[in-house]
């Protein structure tokens, strides 16, 4: 949904210049609008209409403020009561568009709209709006997921037949945002999203990186130092390409034996090259094509399964790997 206020209203008669807001006697009206609400909200001159009783019911915080009676001179507009916020108006815009429009606000087979996921977290935690703040985690987690297995999904399959978007530009913010507010179980997959960007991206944020986001010290120190493990058991799990050793089951060592000296000489060279945004986690596509790589079956099925048990080890560590033990319990106890 696009962002399309109105210009500002005509000045009523029942919007008094308020105190936050002396020189300005009328608010711009915001994209929440409702003709039948009762209470406006204003957030940096943007007023929103909206009903009270489902703010009181969506947030603690409002339900305990909406309990003390208001004073009888409190500000209003458009006949209704105003409560001033000192929130961004684009925060309460997404979040109260996800209030009344979830399904249709956050869809992601259109891809997720990372502001929108930011305001729902910052205002929810402020605001106490528990539903709001799962909604959010759930999202980030389908894109920055807990297990291999999901992961794999991310980056491989598709939401309800499309792609659900994971934006390079956002890994970042992800990580900043799980460190405030104490997503500890995004850190891991956070982390090695980031370790895939260049030293210079690490630094300054990859292209399209929100200007407020960059990376701590530390945080930039423990990419890097993920990056140099990460990489190492990447070779580790090239070692049977470099022993040239057909598995114990072969009926055919001999045959085998070829193909991994084949693979050794033509391939290795090219796995190994050192690259920024190299994907540690990548699995071993070229194993899935035994007739390419001329290895049996049985082979082809032993070098696979422990490729991905060595995968399975490498996501268990991400934590170890990047220095996150204190904060967070990985790999996280799904139940
Ligand atoms: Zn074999």
Redesign the pocket.
Known sequence: MEDTRISKRPRTDVSEPTKENPSESAYEQGLVWWEDGNLVLVAEYVAFRIHKSMLARKSQIFCDMFSIPQPSNSDQYDGCPVVHMSDSAKDVSHVLSVLYDSEKYIDPKEGIDFDVIAAMLKLGRKYQMDQLVNLAVTLLQTLYPPTLFHYDKVLTVTFSGRRVARKTSHHISVLNLARRFELHQLLPPAFLACSQFSYQELVNGPPGNGEESLLSRADIARCLTGRVQLRARWMRRLEFVQLTT??V?????A??RTALEIWKKEHLWEFLQPSDTENAMENFYWLDRPGTTG??E??TRFFKDGDRKARQQTWNSLAQIFDLEDVVEWPPQIE
């Open positions: 057909p598995s089951w072969c009926n055919y060592p045959r085998c290895l049996c049985l082979c």
